[in-house]
């Protein structure tokens, strides 16, 4: 990392011990998929904030072309500084303490072989201003999707947020099927899960403990459904079908998504956020 994170203002404490579960979160991630994938290994790349950047930080890429997974990316970012009237603009609180700011988060999306494994998405991430703020969530988008894949998932992500409140299942998949939503399409990104963002309860270690389970929720239950969907013959046709499913997947993330513009409202490395892009698309 370029400079190590201040210890005074937003950007000490609480980001830091994010950043450590974060980090340990995709380290077990890693191994999941290796194992699955059965040769692939991530490649492992690590970028800083160039010398004399008004931000600091940078982040810790890790990718995987392998049998299984035509395409995944795990990325852990960790960035500081004073952010600029744009990038304060994607920030709760970012007016309140000058535009200083702490973000660290962790990113995964994958992009399978087979047409029979969902595409899944998971995100969980810690902003400090004037206070702290967490978001995050985990949403399924299979090209042809089960009953059995549906519901398993969301079971394990109602289990989740059953630990935090008794409203918060509902709350979280409302938000998810609205947010990941195509307007121009008339259709969702699709089968949802949940998601949150700028959540500060005022318990910041209970909002932390929740978010914590969604991610421990997706490790426990993706790599089963990958494990169960992988070996189901398909066609040349039935891959098309998913080549034209992932170009929805590209339009929400580079018109939509919340991610990818704070990625390019404070400069970051556009591989670490455009990791998302599927490697072939069709439209």
Avoid at 55 to 60: A, C, P
Avoid at 90 to 102: C, H, I, L, N, T
Avoid at 156 to 162: E, N, Q, R, V, Y
Avoid at 248 to 254: A, D, I, T
Wanted: charged share 25%; glycine share 10%; with cysteine.
């Amino acid at each position: 990392m370029d400079g190590a994170p201040p210890t005074d203002g937003p950007e000490a404490g609480f980001t830091a011990e994010a950043v450590k579960y974060y980090l340990d979160l995709q380290e077990r991630i890693l191994k999941a998929f290796e194992d699955i994938d059965g040769g692939g290994k991530f490649e492992r790349t690590d970028w800083t904030r160039e010398p004399g950047h008004r931000l600091k930080g940078g982040g810790y890429m890790r990718l995987i072309r392998g049998k299984v997974f035509e395409k995944a990316g795990v990325n852990v970012s960790h960035v500081w500084g004073t952010a600029s009237e744009q990038g304060m603009a994607q920030m709760p609180g970012a007016k309140e303490s000058g535009g200083r700011f702490a973000a660290c988060g962790i990113s995964l999306v994958t992009h399978m072989h087979s047409p029979y494994v969902p595409t899944v998405h998971m995100n969980l991430r810690c902003m400090a201003t004037s206070k702290m703020w967490l978001g995050g969530g985990a949403d399924l988008t299979p090209t042809f999707a089960f009953d059995e894949d549906t519901a398993d998932f969301h079971k394990i992500l109602k289990a989740a947020c059953d630990t935090y409140t008794p409203d918060a299942y509902a709350k979280y998949k409302r938000w998810c099927d609205e947010y990941f939503y195509l307007p121009h399409r008339r259709e969702p990104r699709g089968i949802g899960g949940v998601f949150f963002d700028d959540l500060n309860s005022g318990d910041i270690a209970a909002d932390f403990d929740f978010q914590k389970k969604i991610g421990e929720a997706f490790l426990e239950i993706y790599p089963k459904i990958v494990r169960r969907r992988m070996n189901t013959p398909y066609s040349d046709a039935e891959k098309d079908v998913q080549l034209y499913k992932r170009g929805r997947y590209v339009e929400f993330n580079l018109v939509y998504d919340r991610g990818t513009k704070f990625g390019f409202a404070t400069d970051a490395n556009p591989e670490a956020y455009l990791m998302s892009m599927p490697p072939v698309v069709k439209w």
